[in-house]
């Protein structure tokens, strides 16, 4: 009786170790997948997995039959374990050689941008160079210097003496009495003028400070200003000067006007207006109604600014010309606010890209 019931036992025992080795192989062996591959180790080891309840019979195993049966169990687990991570290593190899061959990156195609592309000059950049380009092709010559200005270049050596309204603190950055924040590139021609004699022909221009910002005006902005003097200039050659550059940078069916005005600097003086380009001289809102808008400033040198340059007014004359970059470009581009060229705004500056 005892001999029988031993041998059903050990069959027993036997037939567990048979059909789960052959169960475990075959389900090892089908996952395609690391997720399928989980799904058959939660199967066998997981909190009501086959091999786990195996190991939880044991305490109904009479004693003298658990050792037998528990090394069954821990044969069919270190089986398990062995297939189950060749078969991850193998899935885990599948899978990141998948992985890099569709994001394999061909060398030969041209690189991503990101959205972003590539670097441009920004708008009043391009008219900046586009300005000076024009007036280089005519002769000037360009020139600059220091943006921290003394106060004899920046007004007094153009005619503004210390009460003129130029100078009041709520247009002028002051470091001190004597000081300032440039507030106008034409400080650049006195130098110029008092290093060199004549004839000149210079473009003096960049950044230029004012107290001031509203949709026309900001702290900061550019100049591009011109200064010609030689025997016998006049105010017929400044006109010619001025509707080359214009009708270059507006085009030639660009209409102009000079209409008299005032510059502590120049005399006699004039404002250059070209025909409102919206509505084309009629009268509208861009323009006031009056069909022209301003373009720059301009005029003889006054002999008071010769006489700080120790120029001989008797002997020569001059002429200067003036013109914010910003509103250059307000002009050209349609563009109804100053601010906007200093808000980097991608999509505003990415209309002039090219």
């Given at each position: 009786?005892?001999?029988?019931?031993?041998?059903?036992?050990?069959?027993?025992?036997?037939?567990?170790?048979?059909?789960?080795?052959?169960?475990?192989?075959n389900?090892?062996?089908?996952?395609?997948?690391?997720?399928?591959l989980?799904?058959?180790?939660?199967k066998?080891?997981g909190?009501?997995?086959?091999?786990?309840?195996?190991n939880?019979?044991?305490?109904?195993?009479?004693t003298?039959?658990?050792k037998?049966?528990?090394?069954?169990?821990n044969?069919?687990?270190?089986?398990?374990?062995?297939?189950?991570?060749?078969?991850?290593?193998?899935?885990?190899?599948?899978h990141?050689?998948?992985?890099?061959n569709?994001s394999?990156?061909?060398t030969?195609?041209?690189?991503?941008?990101?959205?972003?592309?590539?670097?441009?000059?920004?708008?009043?950049?391009?008219?900046?160079?586009?300005?000076?380009d024009?007036?280089?092709?005519m002769?000037?010559?360009?020139?600059?210097?220091?943006?921290?200005?003394?106060?004899?270049y920046?007004?007094?050596?153009?005619?503004?003496?210390?009460?003129?309204?130029?100078?009041d603190?709520?247009?002028?950055?002051?470091f001190?009495?004597?000081?300032?924040?440039?507030?106008?590139?034409s400080?650049?021609?006195i130098r110029?003028m008092?290093k060199?004699?004549?004839?000149?022909?210079i473009?003096?221009?960049?950044?230029?400070?004012?107290?001031?910002y509203d949709?026309t005006?900001?702290?900061?902005?550019?100049?591009?200003?011109?200064?010609?003097?030689?025997?016998?200039?006049?105010?017929?050659?400044?006109?010619g000067?001025?509707?080359e550059?214009?009708?270059?940078f507006?085009?030639?069916?660009?209409k102009?006007?000079?209409?008299s005005?005032?510059?502590?600097?120049?005399?006699p003086?004039?404002?250059?207006?070209?025909?409102?380009?919206?509505?084309?001289?009629?009268?509208?809102?861009?323009?006031?109604g009056?069909?022209?808008i301003?373009?720059?400033?301009?005029?003889?040198?006054?002999?008071e600014?010769?006489k700080?340059?120790?120029?001989?007014?008797?002997e020569?004359?001059?002429?200067?010309?003036g013109?914010g970059?910003?509103?250059m470009?307000?002009?050209?581009?349609?563009?109804?606010?100053?601010r906007?060229?200093?808000?980097?705004?991608?999509?505003?500056?990415?209309?002039?890209?090219?």
């Amino acid at each position: 009786m005892n001999d029988n019931t031993s041998n059903s036992k050990a069959e027993k025992n036997m037939n567990i170790n048979t059909d789960t080795k052959n169960n475990i192989q075959n389900e090892l062996n089908a996952a395609k997948d690391l997720k399928q591959l989980e799904q058959v180790r939660l199967k066998f080891l997981g909190k009501k997995g086959t091999i786990t309840l195996l190991n939880k019979e044991i305490k109904n195993i009479p004693t003298h039959e658990r050792k037998e049966y528990g090394a069954t169990v821990n044969d069919l687990r270190q089986l398990f374990e062995t297939i189950y991570n060749t078969k991850k290593n193998n899935l885990e190899t599948e899978h990141l050689q998948s992985t890099l061959n569709d994001s394999a990156i061909d060398t030969t195609l041209p690189g991503a941008t990101f959205g972003m592309g590539l670097g441009a000059h920004h708008i009043l950049t391009k008219v900046y160079y586009e300005l000076l380009d024009i007036l280089i092709s005519m002769g000037f010559a360009v020139v600059d210097d220091r943006e921290v200005e003394g106060a004899f270049y920046n007004f007094t050596a153009l005619n503004m003496d210390e009460n003129h309204p130029a100078r009041d603190e709520h247009d002028t950055f002051f470091f001190d009495d004597n000081t300032v924040l440039r507030t106008h590139t034409s400080s650049v021609q006195i130098r110029h003028m008092l290093k060199n004699k004549p004839p000149i022909a210079i473009v003096s221009s960049g950044k230029v400070y004012r107290s001031d910002y509203d949709a026309t005006h900001t702290p900061m902005f550019h100049q591009v200003e011109g200064l010609v003097v030689d025997k016998g200039t006049s105010m017929a050659e400044m006109k010619g000067v001025l509707w080359e550059l214009i009708s270059t940078f507006f085009g030639r069916k660009t209409k102009l006007r000079f209409r008299s005005s005032y510059f502590p600097f120049t005399e006699p003086s004039a404002e250059v207006d070209m025909a409102c380009f919206s509505c084309n001289g009629s009268g509208c809102r861009l323009c006031g109604g009056s069909g022209w808008i301003e373009v720059l400033g301009c005029g003889m040198v006054d002999n008071e600014v010769f006489k700080h340059v120790n120029y001989d007014h008797t002997e020569y004359s001059g002429f200067a010309f003036g013109m914010g970059v910003e509103r250059m470009a307000m002009l050209k581009y349609s563009i109804d606010d100053l601010r906007l060229f200093y808000d980097n705004n991608y999509k505003f500056l990415n209309q002039w890209r090219g």
